[in-house]
Every structure is written in C-alpha cells, then in structure tokens.
C-alpha cells in the first residue's frame, strides 16, 4: 500500500472536479439559487456518471464510445441540454430574489441535472477515457492490478471533497449576497452553460458533417 499514491487519486479526483465547466456553472447556478443540498446534488449526480465511466474505462468498454453516430448523438444531445439548462437560468435570473424561505428546486430535479450533463458531455468522457486511462494503465504497470480498484476509489474522495466545498462554498455565502449579486451570478452561470452547449452542437455538426 502507497499511501502517496492514495493521495495522488485524491489529488487526480480534484484536479478532475475543479476547472470551471458545465457541472460546476450548475452547481454554482443551483447552490446560489437554493442553496447547499441542491448544489450538492447537481455534483452527486455528476459523480454517479463519473463511476459509470471510470468502470467503462476499467472494464476496457470504451470502443462503443469510438462509434461515430454515438459521438454525434453525445455532442449534440447534451448541446442541448446545456442549451436549454443555461437559458432557463437566464430567464430565472430576472426573478430570483435573496428570500431564503421560497420554493426551491426539487432535489432530484438537480440531481438529474449533473448526471444528464455529465453522462452526455463528450468532453467529460474524453477527460476520464484520457487522464484516467493513463493513470489507470501506469499504475498497474508499476503496482500491479490487486490495489488497483482502491488507488481509483480514492478519486471519487477527491471528486467528493471538491463537491462539498463547492456546495459549501455556493450555499453558505448566498446569504451575503443581494439581489443585484444574485443575478448577475445566474446571468453568467447561465451564458456559461450556453456557451458550452453551442460549442457542444458546433462540434456535433462537425462530426456529422466530417
């Protein structure tokens, strides 16, 4: 047992979490809008897809993920869910107000959310089958296979702490902000998602057209 390479996945599920993206403008989005649990259902969510990856890439499933028609469907469908997700939060921003005691989100409505955007983001299976892989095949060439399923089950810790202080961060501090803050946060949360989709459907229609 590597207790350094113990951190190092801990490390590696951060390093995943962390660069401002689809996920993390929603769980931003939602944690403002809602607060701490619906921030931190948004990343839940997200993490469940990451486990269906990270065993597609241990299970060595990831020649499906190489058929065109599937990275079609995978760039312009989750296009579209960014799309309409970042638009929503536009349009919501004009009434979202700082009372804390309004009706909120439903829990599962946010976890569906992360687990849609991640589970339809070619980018977040290009990160896992690019970074994960890599790590995968370098650590059982050096360590072995029989650790191998606890060295990546230290990623998901790192996947986890990432999500609680984004919740954390997101929800504690909503309080504190007035409604001007509020909206702006939403407005660009949401023109972040948008931008994201377009990119998603550009790449789409590249790939279909190619």
């Known amino acids: 047992m590597d207790i350094g390479l113990f951190a190092g996945y801990v490390f590696l599920g951060l390093s995943l979490a962390a660069p401002i993206g689809p996920v993390n403008s929603a769980r931003i989005d939602k944690g403002i809008k809602n607060g701490f649990w619906h921030a931190w259902m948004v990343g ?121 202080f984004i919740a954390g961060l997101t929800g504690g501090f909503r309080r504190y902000f007035n409604h001007r803050t509020l909206q702006i946060i939403s407005l660009a949360s949401g023109a972040s998602l948008i931008g994201f989709g377009l990119y998603f459907s550009v790449q789409g229609i590249k790939t279909l057209l190619s």
């Open 44 to 164: 839940t969510g997200s993490m469940i897809t990451d486990g269906i990856f990270m065993a597609a890439v241990y299970l060595g499933l990831v020649r499906f993920l190489n058929i065109e028609m599937v990275q079609v469907f995978l760039w312009l469908f989750g296009g579209f869910i960014l799309i309409y997700t970042g638009v929503e939060s536009v349009i919501s921003s004009k009434t979202i107000t700082v009372d804390l005691n309004r009706k909120k989100d439903p829990l599962a409505a946010c976890f569906l959310t992360g687990f849609i955007m991640s589970i339809t983001s070619p980018l977040s299976i290009l990160f896992w089958l690019g970074i994960y892989g890599f790590v995968l095949v370098k650590t059982a060439g050096h360590y072995g296979t029989g650790m191998l399923l606890a060295y990546s089950s230290m990623v998901f810790v790192g996947l986890a702490i990432w999500d609680v």
